[in-house]
């Protein structure tokens, strides 16, 4: 009957593996600002989805860090790491106070075909190609900080194309515009194909930090990237065994 899509209900794995298949296409047929701007709606779709970011978080990503904290595929074999990233957040959290940093490991590729680490990698790629390797990695055309509305034309525009050409992922009764939420449609969409590919509940819990904002209690960490990585690492079958699984 198709993903019955509301505002902050849950994108399927479905919708998300067309979603790639449109990136790519689109990607391979454009350049300059409009290849960018795909790249960005991309890795917004996939880091949301793969990590269960809230769509406010991803815009937190720290460019330099993020540059740092990859293992390619042709790394594995002298790191004895699965290929992942280290996803680096930075900035103000639910239930925390003042600047706080998460690195949170993802899969650089799903069970299912997605693929979020090229999507970085060509993130990083457009970063270069403008002159810059540090710094938030989404900024406006001034240098600034985006929002999460910032990726919101982009995002729709292609779901209402999936929404047109495959109504058995999107119903065509759905007024996407009005049902799908950025801030939180991609998360419950993760939550969900996680729980169907029976990923522990307390590895749900961890990916989400909804023990560690309990927790918090306004503590602001006083670690490096570095250090964070490092011990972000220390728990990483766990952190891909959650990405990895979709």
């Known amino acids: 009957m198709g993903d019955t899509l509301k505002q902050g209900l849950a994108i399927s794995i479905g919708v998300m593996l067309k979603l790639q298949e449109y990136f790519e296409t689109d990607y391979q047929e454009s350049m300059g600002v409009q290849r ?8 917004f ?9 809230r769509g406010f978080e991803v815009p937190k990503m720290d460019l330099g860090a993020l540059r740092e904290n990859r293992v390619q595929a042709e790394d594995s074999v002298r790191t004895g790491l699965a290929p992942h990233v280290g996803v680096p ?44 390797v540090k710094g938030w990695a989404f900024v406006d055309e001034n240098g600034e900080q985006v929002a999460m509305n910032y990726f919101a034309e982009s995002i729709f525009d292609y779901l209402v194309r999936i929404q047109e050409c ?16 950025l801030a939180r449609s991609f998360r419950r969409g993760s939550n969900s194909q996680a729980q ?18 309990e927790r918090a209690k306004g503590k602001a960490s006083a670690s490096s990237m570095r250090v964070l990585y490092a011990d972000a690492k220390l728990l990483l079958d766990m952190y891909l065994r959650y990405s990895s699984s979709f």
């Open 36 to 43: 960018r701007r795909i790249v960005e709606a991309a890795v």
């Open 45 to 53: 779709a996939e880091t949301s989805y793969c990590i269960s970011l």
């Open 89 to 132: 957040l930075v900035g103000r959290f639910k239930a925390e106070k003042g600047e706080q940093c998460h690195i949170i490991p993802m899969a650089a590729e799903t069970h299912s075909g997605l693929k979020p680490l090229l999507w970085i990698n060509r993130l990083i790629e457009e970063r270069e190609a403008q002159g810059r």
């Open 166 to 181: 495959c109504p058995h992922l999107i119903n065509p009764g759905i007024n996407v515009l009005e049902e799908v939420g």
């Open 196 to 213: 169907n590919r029976g990923v522990p509940p307390a590895i749900v819990d961890r990916i989400n930090r909804w023990r560690m904002e």
